[in-house]
């Protein structure tokens, strides 16, 4: 088979390329000017659109999702800034939640533990926001619905700072007996 004519007409787009085969595909009259024998006239590039024309951030989702999601971020960003601070003076904050509870007299007092599981709950929530703004960002810029996103981003912050949290206020006995004590039977 070193000769051409030798060679078996190609059928059904055997021997043609990826793209031959799908500008065929694509545009039908190619196909039968080919099947004729004429050349298939080319295709006029469209024209490119003025940089004015389309966004600056690429497709744009609803105007409501981008007003509730920028709403959720700013209100994430503020709750997250008041939580940090407080959790940061951890046996202070230990002995608000008591008082919240109904049981003024617990004092926190393993200051170590609370200071330190204090410190990485407040790292939980930063990261946390600044993870979900960024997914957030991400998905804004491709147009997408993404208010839930910061609604998600709350619960598994909040789910792993608790975590946090929860680990300092069990590792002092005499602040969970104070607790524990005003739990009626």
Do not use: K
């Amino acid at each position: 088979m070193s000769d051409a004519s030798e060679r078996p007409r190609p059928q059904y787009g055997e021997y043609a390329t990826p793209e031959e085969q799908r500008a065929r595909i694509q545009r039908p009259e190619v196909t039968e000017a080919l099947d004729a024998g004429v050349a298939p006239q080319p295709v006029a590039e469209p024209a490119p659109t003025p940089a004015a024309a389309t966004p600056a951030g690429g497709p744009r989702g609803p105007l409501w999702d981008r007003v509730l999601t920028f709403g959720l971020l700013v209100y994430g960003l503020v709750s997250t800034i008041s939580t940090i601070v407080q959790l940061l003076d951890f046996p202070a904050y230990a002995e608000t939640a008591a008082g919240v509870l109904g049981v003024p007299d617990a004092s926190y007092t393993n200051l170590t533990a609370g200071y330190v599981w204090g410190a990485a709950a407040a790292l939980v929530y930063g990261i946390g926001w600044l993870g979900t703004a960024l997914l957030t960002w991400r998905r804004l810029r491709r147009g997408r619905i993404a208010f839930w996103i910061p609604l998600v981003g709350f619960v598994v912050t909040a789910l792993i700072a608790g975590v946090c949290v929860t680990i300092a206020l069990v590792g002092d006995p005499q602040f969970m007996s104070a607790l524990m004590s005003s739990v009626p039977n």
